[in-house]
Each structure stands twice: as C-alpha cells, then as structure tokens.
C-alpha cells in the first residue's frame, strides 16, 4: 500500500527531517516510559530501503536506542510501554513476555506495535543477555524529493554554444 494511502487525509507530507524528528518523539516517549537511562552508543538512524523496494525507491526512517535495565525490571517495563502505546491508539501486533531459559532470574520480552494516527512501527526487544531493552522505531514509507536543480531561463541566450 502506498504512503500516501495510509496518510490521514489533511496531514499535510513531511520531509525526512519531520519524519527523523517524530521517529525521535516515540522513542523518547518509550524510553520516558521505561525510567532506563540510554547506553553509551547513544542513537542511530538510517535511511533505509522500504521492503521490497530498491535503492532509489522509497525509504524508511530508522531509529534504534538501547536502554541500560535491569534483567528483573523487563517484565514491569514491557507492561508498561504496551500499556501506554495502547492508549496512545498503537496496535500491539506482538507481544512476548516471560521466564527466560537461559537466565532464570529474569523475563525477556519482544514488542511489536503500529501507530493508528501515523503509521509509525515501534519493536521493542531484551537483548541476550537480558541487560538492556533495544528499541526501534520504523517511519511509514515516503519518497524522497528530487534534489534541488537550478532552473536555466530561457531567452537569448538559451542553448547557445560558444
């Protein structure tokens, strides 16, 4: 489905810019939510083909974080970041949380929702071992704009030679 379809009809489109800086206000909501300080890598983003796509085709924006959290905190943070994006109008496509074989004294989990008013995706996963959480945050589909090209006018001189 294109973009544009699944844009609310009166938003007006946003540039790569807007789309970085939304992607960055979920995030920071759900790292709000978790009460997890950021880990020394900081942020990431990319521009990234959207599936299916080739390169010169339409993007994706891209944003990760890994929150520092205590292996026994998991279970309580996934509850609450659901919760929340509930609330908020998000879709949970996946949620999976539990006793982790490998580490018995904590739970791990993976979360997977969509934005009802944006199309954004949010996936939240532990990491192995379960120390931090990752979270990503996926912007819908979008063109980029054609890079900027001076405009020639046209008049006596207009495709001269010499």
């Known amino acids: 489905m294109p973009a ?13 810019r807007a789309l970085i800086e939304r992607a960055e206000r979920h995030a920071r909501d759900v790292i709000d939510w978790i009460g997890a300080p950021i880990t020394e890598s900081g942020a ?9 796509a080739t390169a010169s085709g339409p993007k994706s924006v891209f944003r990760a974080y890994n929150v520092r959290i205590p292996t026994q905190r998991h ?12 609330t908020r109008g998000f879709r949970i496509t996946k949620y999976d949380v539990g006793p982790s074989v490998a580490e018995q ?24 071992p379960a120390k931090e959480i990752t979270i990503w945050v996926l ?24």
């Open 105 to 128: 004294a904590g739970t791990t989990g993976r979360l997977n929702a969509i934005s009802g008013r944006d199309g954004y995706h949010l996936l939240l996963s532990s990491t192995w």
């Open 4 to 16: 544009e379809s699944r844009r609310p009809q009166n938003e007006p489109l946003l540039t790569p």
């Open 75 to 86: 279970q309580a943070a996934f509850e609450r970041v659901r919760d929340e994006l509930t």
């Open 44 to 52: 990431s983003t990319e521009m990234m083909p959207c599936k299916g």
């Open 139 to 162: 912007s819908p589909c979008f063109l980029a704009a054609p890079t900027a090209v001076s405009r020639i006018t046209a008049g006596p001189s207009a495709n001269r030679t010499s």
